[in-house]
């Protein structure tokens, strides 16, 4: 089976990140986001990092699941780090036949790491601590553009049956004696099955406006929502936000 | 009665040139229940979009309530029909049932409290209270048919048109969702437009039967319908199984002039015949019998 993008897995559980209203949320913590990424030094951008990793402890969403997402943007991150440690210029500290490792490389190469780690494990206790459609509705709330916080709404409501779509696709070509190899025929196979999806999405979505004309639909849906914002959110938000600027302070005076 | 629905001369051809539908003309009127049956491809569906107002026919062509569909504006239509199409999953395209259920009602300008009112109301009539904050895609085939039933029914409309309503489904959510069609028909005075299938059905959910293939071929009650083997042949058509044994036993000598299309007209049927004969009635064996078994079995082949 494959795995549905579950990113709001443990919604359901209880913390202090659970309770926090969604739109002091989303603000607060990106803002914490953009400050680390724009910090130009490492230790204070390491601050950041133990900061995020404290806000997910106390979130509760289990670090099992958070280390199994990481590893994709490890992949991704560690390579950038492997070419900037091998590339950039400055002082040599080893050497491999024709290529040398810089400090400075290390440098900007950790620099780079660490606040892409950051960044990323702040998603969790952000957008992994409400169910998805309570995150759209907070977007919608904090007047992000409509059309924006449509794509987000089909993209959240299909994935599945995409998903689902994609598996039986799988399954019936399984079941006709189609095995992944390398070879040319099993690429164009898969092509075309991957065509056949394509022009089945555009069939369900011509299906899909139809429903939502004549339920309708002008271009703009609305949806009610209750967010009950309180002080203690209020509180909250302050504190990660002063938390965020307190860095770039630090980092300007230059007192670590 | 009033008229509900007026369909006059209409035709429709596909964007590549091929006719889906000509010159249909049909007549629902206010509180009937009416199902249209024709073989795949027959242009159900493409009739379908006509009545809300999804395709629109030129002037006259389309009238719901006297009110012509080609110059009255969407948001007059849709108060009025309300359409269930046969794909669950692009019926229901919000994160939640609950912004589902609301998306009609926003889109017809109701007010918040009265917004929440008809949600709970349409869940209460469903028996999906309590789904309110359930994703679709954590819904069962049947939970999710029902909630496609819902978000229309959120709208208040007096017409309630269903494509396929009874396919896919196991028999117990078939049985209650039919339970709640009739329901619907019989509380509210909805009137009730159902393309489908699904014979067995037929008798119980529907008064009058349209035979739509491009064209309506012909019009008349269940029993009229069924009764028309060659017309039931030229359409791919089924007759229920109930009717089918009841044609058996007239071979076999028991006497009925009208055949019983569902169980509670076949009980029906007994009791008055055992009835008329003191208690019991006979069926027997002629040399003829096998034969018209036999002419009865090559009737009902679809070859």
């Avoid at chain 1, 490890?74 to 440690?85: D, Y």
């Avoid at chain 2, 089924?238 to 019983?260: A, I, M, Q, T």
Wanted: hydrophobic share 45%; glycine share 6%; proline share 4%.
């Amino acid at each position: 089976m494959i795995e549905y993008p579950e990113i709001d897995r443990y919604a359901s559980l209880d913390s202090p990140m659970h309770r926090f209203d969604p739109r002091a949320k989303i603000i607060a913590f990106l803002f914490l986001i953009f400050s680390i990424v724009l910090i130009p030094d490492l230790k204070i951008v390491f601050i950041g990092l133990f900061f995020a990793i404290f806000l997910l402890i106390l979130s509760r969403i289990p670090i099992a699941f958070v280390l199994g997402h990481l590893k994709w943007v490890a992949m991704f991150v560690l390579s950038f780090f492997v070419i900037l440690a091998f590339t950039f210029p400055g002082e040599e500290i080893a050497k491999f036949y024709f290529l040398s490792i810089t400090a400075e490389g290390l440098y900007t190469g950790s620099l780079i790491t660490i606040r892409a780690f950051s960044a990323v494990i702040l998603i969790f206790p952000m957008i992994g601590t409400m169910r998805f459609d309570t995150t759209i509705k907070a977007l919608e709330s904090l007047k992000v553009p409509n059309s924006l916080v449509q794509m987000l709404m089909f993209t959240y409501r299909y994935i599945f049956v995409f998903a689902d779509e994609f598996q039986r696709v799988w399954t019936a070509m399984g079941a006709r004696g189609f095995k992944l190899r390398t070879s040319l025929y099993a690429l164009r196979t898969i092509g075309k099955a991957m065509g056949m999806l394509f022009v089945r999405s555009y069939e369900r979505a011509e299906r899909v406006y139809r429903a939502m004309r004549s339920r309708g639909y002008t271009g703009n849906p609305k949806t009610l929502v209750e967010f009950d914002i309180r002080r203690r959110d209020y509180i909250l938000a302050a504190s990660i936000i002063g938390f965020a600027v307190s860095l770039h302070i630090i980092s300007f005076i230059g007192v670590v | 009665m009033r008229e509900a629905i007026t369909v006059r001369n209409l035709s429709y051809a596909y964007p590549d040139g091929t006719g889906a539908l000509e010159d249909v003309n049909m007549s629902v009127y206010e509180g009937e229940r009416v199902a249209i049956v024709g073989p795949n491809g027959a242009g159900k569906t493409t009739f379908l979009l006509h009545l809300n107002g999804i395709l629109r026919g030129s002037d006259g062509q389309v009238e719901v309530f006297g009110k012509s569909m080609a110059k009255v504006k969407r948001g007059e239509i849709i108060k009025e029909v309300g359409i269930v199409f046969q794909d669950p999953d692009d019926q229901l395209f919000m994160p939640t049932l609950f912004d589902d259920l609301a998306f009609g009602p926003i889109n017809l300008g109701l007010k918040e409290e009265e917004v929440r009112e008809r949600v709970k109301n349409a869940l209460l009539t469903l028996g999906l209270s309590g789904y309110e904050h359930r994703c679709p895609h954590h819904l069962s085939y049947g939970e999710k048919k029902k909630a496609s039933l819902a978000a229309v029914m959120s709208m208040e409309p007096r017409i309630l048109v269903l494509d396929e309503p009874t396919a896919n489904l196991d028999p117990r959510s078939r049985a209650e969702l039919i339970g709640i069609i009739k329901e619907l028909n019989e509380r509210e005075g909805i009137t009730i437009v159902i393309a489908t299938h699904d014979v067995n059905a037929i008798p119980e959910l529907v008064d009058r039967v349209y035979v739509l293939n491009k064209t309506v071929i012909t019009e008349g009650t269940p029993q009229k319908i069924f009764s028309d083997v060659e017309l039931l042949k030229e359409n791919n058509l089924e007759v229920p199984e109930v009717f089918k044994l009841f044609e058996v036993l007239r071979c076999f000598g028991y006497n009925c002039e009208e055949l019983p299309l569902s169980i509670e007209e076949a009980v029906e049927h007994l009791t008055r015949t055992v009835g008329i004969n003191d208690g019991h009635f006979h069926l027997h064996i002629h040399e003829h019998t096998h034969d018209e078994v036999r002419k009865l079995r090559s009737k009902y082949e679809h070859h």
